[in-house]
């Protein structure tokens, strides 16, 4: 089926392979990103799980560069959330922008399908 598409429309086929080539590395790449992304978010929402459970007296710190910033309970509770907010927002992005790839390598292949129907009626 391939190399009847090629004989038929090479440009047009071609182009469809580097296309679905290019996609497909795009696809691999958002699904890499939202693992890591899912991954951090995790570690945020267990790390914070932990901090609340301590004591309002606890001593936390911040590590910042190569030192450490003592900080209250509430500052590191709000930037876990923030951190877990962002991946959250990221995830949605690329979710999105996986989606667009996947239906735009759809809307080509089925482009190569019209065209060699048409061929065939010729």
């Known amino acids: 089926e391939a190399l009847r598409?090629?004989?038929?429309?090479?440009?047009?086929?071609?182009?469809?392979?580097?296309?679905?080539?290019?996609?497909?590395?795009?696809?691999k790449l958002a699904d890499l990103q939202i693992e890591q992304l899912s991954k951090s978010k995790k570690h945020a929402h267990l790390t914070?799980?932990?901090?609340?459970?301590?004591v309002d007296e606890t001593?936390?710190?911040?590590?910042?560069?190569?030192?450490?910033?003592?900080?209250?309970?509430g500052v590191i509770h709000n930037q876990l959330l923030e951190k877990q907010r962002i991946a959250e927002e990221k995830i949605k992005e690329l979710e999105q922008k996986k989606s667009y790839l996947e239906r735009s390598m759809k809307e080509a292949e089925d482009n190569i399908r019209e065209m060699l129907m048409a061929r065939r009626a010729q």
């Open 48 to 54: 914070d799980t932990e901090v609340m459970m301590l």
């Open 59 to 73: 001593r936390l710190y911040e590590g910042v560069g190569r030192m450490f910033i003592l900080q209250s309970k």
């Open 5 to 27: 598409w090629s004989l038929l429309f090479p440009q047009a086929f071609s182009e469809l392979q580097a296309k679905a080539m290019d996609t497909q590395q795009k696809v």
